[in-house]
């Protein structure tokens, strides 16, 4: 069985109990174990809250009979883009491919989002964008990064209140790296936040060590 999160040996024998005798209260869990209520409340508080158990007040605690990967689905539909975003790193449209490569080692980010002079998002370069532009026998320093650019409307982008999990398919599916975090504005979207593949993977650490 897929578990979300490892079981200590007391709670795994708390998970036994209820499932051989719930609805069982606390109390009764306790006086099984030889332990009292008070000890046993952070694990009953764990395992209610990682989806195994589930408690009605006045009956007890009972098991939910959820396999580790329906838990697992329901723990990933909690994380939302809000709660993992990281700052975005931009550059205006008019600068140079030359000052955006040196921009990008200096912030240490993979994507840089190109906004126009009202700070509205009209674009994307990549790491392997400003590589294609370097090979060219362009001069880097007057080749300015809108002519190289992925740019609006075929940015893919995101919102806060997005579920990481919709945004992570996107990454896959469009075989890019990061999304810039947006909010619609008037005449177009201002750019708060991005999601990269980094960000996705701490979330997905973060589920393994959520025992909250
Ligand atoms: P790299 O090119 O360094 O491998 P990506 O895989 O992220 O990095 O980028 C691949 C291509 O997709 C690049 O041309 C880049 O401009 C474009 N791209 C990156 N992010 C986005 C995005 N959020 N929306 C649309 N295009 C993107």
Redesign the pocket.
Known sequence: MVTTIELNKRQSEILQIVKQNGPITGEQIAERLHLTRATLRPDLAILTMAGFLDARPRVGYFYTGKSGTQLLTENLKKLYVKDFQSLPVVVNDNVSVYDAICHMFLEDV??L?VVDQKSMLV??????????ASIGQQDLTSLPVNVI??RMP????CEKDDLLVNVAS??ID???????VVRKVENGYEVFGRITKTNITKAFVSLSKDES
């Open positions: 993979g994507t989002f674009g994307v370069l990549s790491r392997k964008d400003l590589l294609r650019m992925t075929n940015v893919t982008y996107k990454l469009k075989q890019i790296d990061s999304l810039p």
